[in-house]
């Protein structure tokens, strides 16, 4: 089946610096979708992309859809302690099947 | 309120026990979904159902079924045939497009 490589695995990093996460595949997708998981809770989508080129953001978060419609990318600015979670990227296929990346889980220390 | 709602939120199963999850939705939504979680991994779609009494196999079916009887409801049977089932289970629907909405999940452990 379709994989999305999501990196970096992980990141630990101080209150109030920027953090960059993205997702590649091989495969060409017409949508990409960014999800926060909090532990023991189910994901929660945090922005949605659909044109090649698209920079959506949603407060201290953006979320861009490469242009060549294989990598996404999400930038968190002013890390804040509540932004601990898995971050996860999606692609759906055409019967709107979800296909994850394996995560990226963010540490932030105060 | 709208929503997701799985349940128990934890469940323990027995050897050779059969263990249902539950999973019902009050948006209207048309497909729901089901995936399961394993520690450093993604989700990984189990079993969909796009339309009532229809459903298909996803990645990893096998050990588990599913029923869709109800637009509202998609419970997941998590058979004895499925020899590592400890994991969280999650639940999804969503009607249109393609964003999925998902359910607080179930975490299921082994006796």
């Known amino acids: 089946g379709q994989q999305l490589n999501q990196s970096p695995q992980s990141m630990f990093i101080q209150e109030g610096e920027d953090v960059s996460m993205n997702c590649t595949s091989s495969s060409i997708f017409n949508t990409w979708l960014w999800y926060k998981q909090d532990p023991g809770e189910g994901p929660v989508l945090l922005i949605a992309l659909y044109k090649a080129g698209e920079l959506t953001s949603n407060g201290r978060l953006t979320a861009q859809f490469g242009i060549t419609r294989k990598d996404s990318f999400l930038n968190i600015s002013a890390s804040i302690p509540s932004d601990v979670g898995i971050y996860f990227c999606?692609?759906?296929?055409?019967?709107?099947?979800?296909?994850f990346g394996k995560g990226t889980m963010l540490l932030v220390s105060p | 309120d709208g929503g997701i709602t799985q349940s128990p939120k934890y469940l323990f199963r027995k050897e050779g026990q059969n263990v249902t999850l539950s999973c019902e939705q009050n948006l209207n939504h048309d497909a729901m979904y089901w995936y399961r979680q394993d520690p450093g991994q993604g989700l990984r779609l189990i079993y969909y159902?796009?339309?009532?009494?229809?459903?298909q196999k996803g990645d990893i079916a096998e050990g588990y079924s599913v029923s869709r009887e109800k637009k509202e409801s998609f419970p997941l049977t998590v058979t004895s045939a499925q020899k590592n089932p400890t994991a969280f289970y999650l639940c999804a629907s969503i009607t249109g497009g393609e964003t999925q909405y998902f359910g607080p999940g179930t975490r299921l452990l082994v006796l």
């Open positions: 159902s796009q339309i009532v009494n229809d459903f």
């Open positions: 999606a692609a759906p296929d055409k019967y709107s099947t979800l296909t």
